[in-house]
């Protein structure tokens, strides 16, 4: 992949040079953005640019910052650990008949008014005690069908999730910890109405309904956020100090408010709804607790974070509930022990959101999971899915392994820590008191609140969060900060959410669900189309929040794990695959040329898989093309380099006909020939150019041949090329695309009469010698010379290669000649 860098680019100098370009140079993978738009001039134009215009150029192309989204790496690390089969275990634990009647009442009552309860009523702590007991007595194997390779981890895990429940006495632990139980027990009865559990104590092999799975998971997070509340409730440091916790009871107080009316409105209606991400559910609803970070089924914690995240919590965690120590801190009321015991929330959420990122799962990992709750693995997983499963697990291990090290490792520097907590944790209390809600946690779209879940990555221009709405589905929340940008800027973030807006219901577009532009005058502007202010910066500290369709994993990662699967082999990645997600990618950008919308920037990573299909994203750059006019026309050039058409790179200057320059849909087509080139080679077309100029100079210009290495499939080759044809006006369209041999092979000819006969002469002896494989190969290579005798190239042949090819029938036949004969004279002997 390529290597080219800003730097690099900036360092050679033009030829010539007047235009500014903004471009986004892709990062080594090549399939993602680079940190930062950044103008440079073109070679094309006589005239060069003034070291003023020049540095005003590169002043413009900073005002796009884009720094490279985490996600954007080639590295996928997905740590998971299988959170959900841990509830179902105790389900199943729990999970004779009797004690589905027993709770079958207790499913009448809606859900929410349960948890509700068990969070206002602390149950009888003697109860508590005795059920604690019995949890945290409960040998590993007691907790059910959890997957062997999964039970060292759990157990450890456990540990700490059950420590504080064997604390008698500390009552307000307990209080806690039993409310905690109670949630648990509520939400298993719950799920327990759709969850059918066919564990025998054998094979513990379990069926969960996904619907069910899915809530279960949503609200066993509620029951986890207390419980972690719970874990840190009980601890003092390692000197014993309490203030801390005194410190956070304000902040923990909001948060506690917060949670629970997140539960009582969020989670107040049945939950009926199962997450609208599909394949992608069983990974996503459980919720990242601020005040405990810890490895689960949804946190993505690079090995860095993952390391001193375990130092900071699950270390902690450990070392903590070693040393219990009562917190001392009075309580007088019910509701004041409630926010003691949660005092843990406290701990700045703004470390969660920085060292937390939420893994990408994809449909494999949806899969993946669905295997180990059912038991039973789909036989329709493909080789994509079963690898990055495979990987999955493996990660976990890996994961949870290095967190135990790390947490051996620990150390405590409470004076340092405390301070940070304290002053962070302050911090987001006021402004919690402020907004009513802790921005840091939730985000609010409309007066709805969206539980933060992680970073899933970052744009350029944006940062784009994982987060789970009140009916417990899971949204991707964009956010852009306007602050400081330009008019141009930010009206160009807004007609992103116009075009979403305008494709609502295309179900290739990625999906936009709900927005709120907090700037209601510059929203104004983008709906009347005005621009009155459009040399000045964005002064209100305003914000774009865009709650989208959450999308799995881009084409980009899809494509990295493929070729990570071939690894050193010489065959190219499966052409089913292939047509699949081209025909896809096709259909997506169709939906928007369509429209009447050019995209300007395709490529890999702005094609999501969301729910085994691909949808297109970031609109940030598209236009709208003028009704009289098939072409746009555009102040600045942009897109990603690699991805660019020549037409892209040359926008508005003059061609040798003395024509403008202008970049319509069959810019788009020849990035979709990049895409293509770089699904079958695994690399683009220009990559061995590796600086801007180089790439602009073989990129524009028209006698540059593409290097295309020989293909099996004469019509990838030439699809790729249809694409890839420098002449825009050469390049096919869409529903040319759609149609080409490739994604729809040519129907076999009407053979002639006489070949015909050969053909079922030929079928008649491979039959005969049906035992002897090697004759019946020869056969059938016969029979497709004769029938196929262009698919050695579709085009037409040279006199000599023909001759070759009937020199290659004749030798068959001796060959096949000469088996028979062998054959024949085995079946004598
Ligand atoms: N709906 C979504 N679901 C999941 N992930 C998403 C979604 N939208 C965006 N992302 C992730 O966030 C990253 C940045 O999003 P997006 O490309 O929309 O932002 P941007 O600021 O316009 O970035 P760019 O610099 O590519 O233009 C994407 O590469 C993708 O990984």
Redo the contacts with the bound molecule.
Sequence with gaps: MEGETATANLLEPPATGTKPISI?PINPSES??VSRSFTLSSTTSSSSSSPPDFLRHIQAAFKRP?PL?K??SNSIMPRRLVAPLRQASRGSTLNTDCTLEAKKTQDEIPLSHRLMECISQPKNTASDTVEAQEDASMPPSEYGSTVDAHEENYSSFNSLRDQPRSFTGRRSNITTASLVTECEQVLLAEGQKKVHFAADSTSRSQEMDWDVGNQMEAVTAAGQILRDQNIQTTDVDGNGNSSLLANRTLGVADQIHQFSNFLQNDLSHPMTQASVVGSSFTTTTLINSTSAPMINSTTYCPQSHLARKSTESLGEHKLKSEHPVQSSYPFSKNENRLAADQTAIAVPSSTTETDSEVK?PNVAEGTRNSMLIKGDVPKDTSPLEDNVAKECVTDIHSGVRLSKVSSSNMKLEPSKTEKQEKSVGSKAASSSRKKGYDPDTFFKVNGKLYQRLGK?????????H?AIASDCSI??L?K?KLKGRDYATAYGFCQ?IEYLKRLKGKNNI?QLIDYEVTDKSLLHEVMNGSMSNNESRVKEDGYIYMV?????I?LAHMLSQKWRELDGSESIIDENWLRFYWQQILLAVNTIHDERIVHS?L?P??F?L?RGSL?L??F??AKAIMCDTTNIQRDTQVG?LSYMSPEAFMCNETDANGNTIKCGRPSDIWSLGCILYQMVYGRTPFSEYKTFWAKFKVITDPNHAILYEPLSNPWLLDLMKKCLAWDRNERWRIPQLLQHPFLVPPVPPQLPAPLEQTCTLLQLIAKSCENDGKASILCMQLQNLLVHPTQISYEALPVCQYQKLLCDVSSLCLQLQEQLGNSERGTKM
Excluded: C, F, P, W
């Design positions: 986004r993602t953005n884009r989204g996600m954007q990408r899933i990555g970052s744009g350029g221009s944006s940062e784009v994982k949204y991707a964009k852009i992103e990625i989208l369709e959450y999308g799995e881009d920037d490529k990573a702005n999501l969301v949808k994203i970031d940030g750059i990603t």
